[in-house]
């Protein structure tokens, strides 16, 4: 399975995860606005939001990867196998 996120869909994430941290968070008001300007420095179209994307892209498709894959013990020896 590959996941593929675009780059307006890594924005909403983004925008999502870092409101939700803002609101909900325990945080000081300094780690408020460091997370304000991170995500003002990440806008639509932005360098920075197309590195994200892939970075996200990467994670989300390794983090798929290793729950999909197994080791299986096989004539005495371990052979990896995908579910």
Not at 48 to 63: K, S, V
Request: aromatic fraction near 4%; proline fraction near 2%; avoid cysteine.
């Amino acid at each position: 399975m590959i996941v593929l996120l675009e780059e307006p869909e890594s924005w909403s994430l983004m925008m999502l995860v870092s409101a939700v941290a803002i609101d909900n968070a325990e945080i000081s008001v300094e780690g408020k606005e460091a997370i304000r300007r991170w995500r003002s420095d990440h806008q639509e179209g932005s360098p920075e939001l197309d590195g994200l994307t892939e970075a996200l892209n990467e994670r989300l498709n390794g983090a798929i990867d290793a729950k999909l894959m197994r080791r299986v013990k096989s004539k005495g020896r371990y052979e990896t196998v995908r579910r």
